[in-house]
């Protein structure tokens, strides 16, 4: 399957077909996680869950950085 590269505002993107994203499982506003290896561009959908785990980690170690820092001395 062929797509083009078309401008989107100030960037550029591709437009991926009803079909590929029916197969991913995926829909608008969903996240994909974006690979580059040997010239190649890999889209694969990313874990939700585990995407709002790590989220919900940082804030937690951003709101207790002081009382972590001593913990770990």
Do not use: C
Request: charged fraction near 35%; avoid cysteine.
């Amino acid at each position: 399957m062929n797509v083009t590269i078309r401008k989107i505002g100030n960037s550029e993107g591709i437009i991926i077909p009803k079909e590929v994203l029916d197969r991913l499982g995926s829909k608008t506003g969903d996240t994909l996680e974006l690979q580059v290896e040997n010239g190649s561009i890999t889209l694969k959908p990313t874990d939700e869950d585990l995407s709002r785990q790590f989220e919900a980690a940082r804030h937690f170690m951003d709101k207790y950085k002081v009382a972590l820092k001593k913990l770990a001395e």
